[in-house]
Structures are given as C-alpha cells and as structure tokens.
C-alpha cells in the first residue's frame, strides 16, 4: 500500500496540472460585439474652439469598457483595396518647397467622436489633400483591463482578425 500511495498522489496532481488553462491574452468578452462603421467622403469644418474637426454621434451607445479605434484610408494597393491607417497620425508632405507636418487625431465617449486634423502650415492650401472626401472606418470593440495588447497599435486587418470581424458587413454611414 505504502508504494501506491505515492503513485496515487501523482496521478491525482497531474490532473490539476492538466486541467489549468492560462489564456488570459486569449479573452473574449461574450457579452458585446464588434462593430465597424464607415463615414465615406467626410469633409472637415473649421471652428475657432476646436480647429479643423468632424464630428460625430454614434448610432449606438458603447459601454464604459469598450475601445474606439479610427482607421483613415490613404491610400489603395494595386489591386484596389483601401489601405487603413490607425489615428493618430502624422503626415509630412512638402508644401511650397518645405517639409511640413499634419496630425490626425480624435477623441470619443460612450456617444460620439471627434476627428482633428492640425498642421504646420495652412491646410486650407491641400483642402483636397488633408480635409476633403477622407473615408474612416470607426471599429468599436469589447475591451477589458485584463487584455494586454495595445489595440492602437494593431492595424486594421489585425483588429478585424482579432475580433472575428467580417469586413464585408461594415455598417456605411
């Protein structure tokens, strides 16, 4: 008996061992889902208070723990897909001769957003550049303290392979 009884305790250790799953950067939050909204051919609106801007109520409501991610399209690859940058960004194009910078940025509640776009020159003069007909995906997504990842450094494809999100089911707005 007194040799089986070890045997017994290994058995039985081993089955917790087994049993125990760390899969915390793998967690899915079931109770909300991911949503992409697409605002083709945004213009921008200057006012004094906030600059260049585009705003924007959302047509749902986000929870206190979800994440907004905006994506600009800057471009297509050669077989015509857009190509998706996360905001925010940084631009620097040659204006008159001289390198100059242009920010995009935002910020959002559970409501609404906001799109900013801020240079060193006069964005008036590339209005068709940097403030004219820009097409944004809005991506909003479960978020919870314990994931680890930085999802404003996925890119788009990252974010929607993440959350198993269909990209031909994109709400336009």
Same mark, same amino acid.
């Given at each position: ?17 087994? !049993? ?60 015509? !897909? ?16 001289? !390198? ?27 209005? !068709? ?6 097409n944004f995906r809005v991506v909003l997504v479960p978020a919870n303290y314990s ?27």
């Amino acid at each position: 008996m007194k040799k089986l009884l070890p045997f017994l305790l290994l058995l039985v250790g081993s089955l917790f061992i087994f !049993s125990c799953k760390d899969d915390d950067d793998d967690y899915v939050d079931n109770d909300t889902y991911s949503v992409v909204y697409d605002y083709s051919g945004v213009n921008f609106t200057y006012n004094d208070n906030d600059g260049w801007n585009y705003y924007r109520t959302l047509p749902v409501t986000m929870y206190n723990t979800d994440v907004m991610l905006i994506f600009m399209q800057t471009d297509t690859t050669t077989t015509g !897909s857009p190509v998706w940058t996360p905001i925010p960004a940084k631009f620097n194009p040659v204006v008159n001769g001289t !390198s100059q910078e242009v920010y995009y940025d935002n910020d959002f509640s559970i409501s609404d957003f906001k799109i900013y776009v801020r240079g060193t020159f006069d964005l008036q003069m590339m209005a !068709s550049t940097f403030l004219n007909n820009k097409n944004f995906r809005v991506v909003l997504v479960p978020a919870n303290y314990s994931n680890k990842t930085d999802l404003r450094k996925l890119s788009y494809e990252e974010v929607t392979a993440k959350y198993n999100i269909d990209d031909s089911k994109v709400v336009k707005l």
